[in-house]
Nanobody, 123 residues
Framework: QVQLVESGGGLVQAGDSLRLSCAAS????????MGWFRQAPGKEREFVAA????????YYADSVKGRFTISRDNSKNTVYLQMNSLKPEDTAVYSC????????????????WGQGTQVTVSS
């Protein structure tokens, strides 16, 4: 069992930056690949980024590529999402998730989810 708790969300202006954190408790954090997803009101959950178990491989949605960076610190059981050049369309609830799978972009393959943190970007 893994418990995930996100933090770092907030209200920012377009062009600003935020760093989200996701702290994991439980066993064997390094056994899981980690992903970030977001869901805006009235829309389906959307893949944002993922990172492999050791951190050597990262994956991004086209909409955030070049602006967002995912990283992890297995010694701290934490995964991060650095978000730069934020846009109003990035407004959503951001959730981290853990998976044993390599289907990083598919929410159904994730085993554990955090409760989410709100990110609001004003224009």
């Amino acid at each position: 069992q893994v418990q995930l708790v996100e933090s770092g969300g907030g209200l920012v202006q377009a062009g600003d930056s935020l760093r989200l954190s996701c702290a994991a408790s439980g066993r064997r954090f390094s056994s899981y690949a980690m992903g970030w997803f977001r869901q805006a009101p009235g829309k389906e959950r959307e893949f944002v980024a993922a990172i492999s178990r050791g951190g050597g491989s990262t994956y991004y949605a086209d909409s955030v590529k070049g602006r967002f960076t995912i990283s992890r610190d297995n010694s701290k059981n934490t995964v991060y999402l650095q978000m730069n050049s934020l846009k109003p369309e990035d407004t959503a609830v951001y959730s981290c998730a853990a998976t044993y799978s390599v289907n990083y972009e598919v929410p159904a393959f994730y085993n554990y989810w955090g409760q989410g943190t709100q990110v609001t970007v004003s224009s």
